[in-house]
């Protein structure tokens, strides 16, 4: 297995993709090339102890930043960590790119040099989430921030096909994420939305309002990316609040709470486990010609070693061909 | 203070509308005017200890159910708590209108029986978040789900006159909800939002991330009422997960974990309280002619308490007057 990393792109790049890749590289064997400014690569690499022959170099000069424009960097940066990663997998030098840099540029890079697959008119980026029953995907959160009713038709076939052939559910369910469950609720794109998944072949549930996505109603919600974004950010954005908040709490209690709080550890790092990100790998760009897994921009070491685990499963189970065929049927 | 309440409204009406009431009136000393099934509510108030001058009752033979259409229902069942509470409140009888029922008709039944604001195009209900520093004013959560950018502005311009004017902040910063802080972000919608609220006189930031609402960025965070609506859910859809994941977590540890939990519970409490939004009463719908308070339709008796005491707030600061003359000054 042969995986492209863009060693430029996270918060904290090229250190954690440096280290994230050596763990993979140690834990599974995988060859990695690393693509990036080669000098401050190296320095990342040495004093590590990996297997030399496992990690290739590719320079990349310019890097795309966070906030750089998505389209307009593409175009311009073409020495780019992320421009030269997507067109070496397209030359198969790679078996599968992954990058925690600038989500919107990875998108446009990766539609423009690798298309899209048959049947579909617009990337999706599909997130795996913890739920309190079993881990449900959201598609798209972010690659498709003002689609039409059938790019989320596409989304669920999609989805369908990831579910069974990934996560090996037998007929998954599809859910539409809505602010009520009835079928009259929403704007008219959500009601075209709804009608044109209710008359597919997918096993649709109908509207799902976010409270369901947590209890595990669903195996796939689709929604438009811009609303998937803010989902997947207020998440983030309450855990973090929440345990900010409860800490301050104990900070102002007595030493019996504290203690309290202290042997209570192992049940809150048990269930940050299951809502922290970084245990969950990146996040699969759905319908381009090739394995692409977006990672978050604040991607510690693990959690890019996790994307690459998650881009080795895509190659692995042959989710493209799965899609493809899947995309025919309707 | 004369208060009208809708105590057909909610998961347990009347149970708890009539119980919030009662606690309303022997703490605060407020006038109010149940309106709804009168044999069902004077069932409720059978035993319990109150000032019997302070409770009116008026009988409302219908009810809209909280799946019922919004639009729909207000038109047919004229003899509804919530059409007839507007008309009520319309007509002078009370000071302000309190509801747990189903949200769209109460907007549908305002806007049509109270007119809207000079200036104002749509309503937008408000709502008060806790945030790691200050209140934070988030507006629309669901009024008005397929918006204008100047509805946003109008939006924008009634937070700020609220922040003035009922939580004394000198100069609200106001924002733009979206999935990136940069101007290039998100739809065009949001871009022409974005334009109008920066030409304005508003303080205004420019775009926030949710999880920057949470650490308390803006007095006033301004979006679509669909996307607002899911900040509220996923919020709130959250909050009960990550509890029920605790819960199972500590099921399954030690005695020693079992006691810690024990011992941190306070620390739990005061979080509760602070993310907790029957802490922080109902949500006022800006921009109609009147004072409306729309709760929490999962609203227990201590929620309607506190929702009859914001409707009280926003009829003592006067809180029209001051969004209208704001209005007007632009």
Same mark, same amino acid.
């Given at each position: 297995? !042969?995986?492209?990393?863009?060693?430029?792109?996270?918060? =904290?790049?090229?250190?954690?993709?440096?280290?994230?890749? *050596?763990?993979?590289?140690?834990?599974?064997?995988?060859?990695?090339?690393?693509?990036?400014?080669?000098?401050?690569?190296?320095?990342?690499?040495?004093?590590?102890? %990996?297997?030399?022959?496992?990690?290739?170099?590719?320079?990349?000069?310019?890097?795309?930043?966070? =906030?750089?424009?998505?389209? &307009?960097?593409?175009? /311009?940066?073409?020495?780019?960590?992320?421009?030269?990663?997507?067109?070496?997998?397209?030359?198969?030098?790679?078996?599968?790119?992954?990058? +925690?840099?600038?989500?919107?540029?990875?998108?446009?890079?990766?539609?423009? $040099?690798?298309?899209?697959?048959?049947?579909?008119? !617009?990337?999706? *980026?599909?997130?795996?989430?913890?739920?309190?029953?079993?881990?449900?995907?959201?598609?798209?959160?972010?690659? =498709? *921030?003002?689609?039409?009713? #059938?790019? #989320?038709?596409? %989304?669920?076939?999609?989805?369908? +096909? %990831?579910?069974?052939?990934?996560?090996?559910?037998?007929?998954?369910?599809?859910?539409?994420?809505?602010?009520?469950?009835?079928?009259?609720?929403?704007?008219?794109?959500?009601?075209?939305?709804?009608?044109?998944?209710?008359?597919?072949?997918?096993?649709? &549930?109908?509207?799902?309002?976010? /409270?369901?996505? %947590?209890?595990?109603?669903?195996?796939?919600?689709?929604?438009?990316?811009?609303?998937? =974004?803010?989902?997947?950010?207020?998440?983030?954005?309450?855990?973090?609040?929440?345990?900010? &908040?409860?800490? !301050?709490?104990?900070?102002?209690?007595?030493?019996?709470?504290?203690?309290?709080?202290?042997?209570?550890?192992?049940?809150?790092?048990?269930?940050? !486990?299951?809502?922290?990100?970084?245990?969950?790998?990146?996040?699969?760009?759905?319908?381009?010609?090739?394995?692409?897994?977006?990672?978050?921009? $604040?991607?510690?070491?693990?959690?890019? /070693?996790?994307?690459?685990?998650?881009?080795?499963?895509?190659?692995?189970? /042959?989710?493209?061909?799965?899609?493809?065929?899947?995309?025919? $049927?309707?």
């Amino acid at each position: 297995m !042969r995986i492209g990393l863009d060693a430029m792109g996270g918060d =904290n790049a090229p250190e954690y993709p440096v280290k994230g890749a *050596i763990q993979a590289v140690c834990e599974y064997g995988y060859d990695i090339t690393l693509i990036g400014k080669k000098t401050e690569i190296e320095k990342q690499l040495k004093g590590l102890d %990996y297997p030399e022959e496992k990690i290739a170099i590719v320079e990349a000069s310019e890097v795309i930043e966070m =906030n750089d424009p998505a389209a &307009l960097s593409v175009r /311009k940066k073409r020495k780019s960590s992320i421009v030269i990663g997507a067109e070496l997998l397209k030359e198969g030098v790679f078996d599968a790119f992954v990058s +925690a840099g600038n989500t919107g540029a990875v998108v446009c890079a990766a539609t423009l $040099s690798l298309r899209l697959l048959p049947g579909v008119d !617009r990337p999706g *980026i599909a997130v795996i989430f913890p739920t309190l029953n079993k881990p449900c995907m959201v598609i798209d959160v972010g690659a =498709n *921030i003002d689609p039409k009713p #059938l790019h #989320l038709l596409q %989304y669920g076939i999609m989805g369908d +096909a %990831y579910s069974k052939h990934i996560l090996n559910k037998e007929e998954p369910s599809i859910a539409l994420l809505n602010i009520g469950e009835e079928d009259t609720k929403g704007t008219d794109f959500i009601k075209e939305a709804h009608i044109m998944l209710s008359e597919s072949k997918l096993n649709f &549930l109908g509207n799902i309002e976010p /409270k369901d996505v %947590y209890k595990g109603k669903a195996d796939v919600v689709v929604c438009d990316g811009f609303m998937g =974004n803010v989902f997947l950010k207020v998440t983030e954005g309450f855990a973090d609040a929440a345990s900010e &908040l409860l800490k !301050r709490e104990l900070k102002f209690s007595g030493w019996i709470t504290k203690l309290g709080a202290t042997l209570t550890l192992p049940a809150f790092r048990a269930l940050k !486990r299951k809502i922290d990100a970084t245990e969950y790998g990146g996040a699969p760009l759905m319908g381009v010609e090739g394995s692409v897994i977006i990672a978050h921009g $604040s991607s510690n070491a693990k959690a890019i /070693k996790n994307a690459i685990c998650a881009a080795a499963d895509n190659v692995d189970h /042959k989710v493209n061909v799965h899609v493809v065929e899947e995309l025919q $049927s309707y």
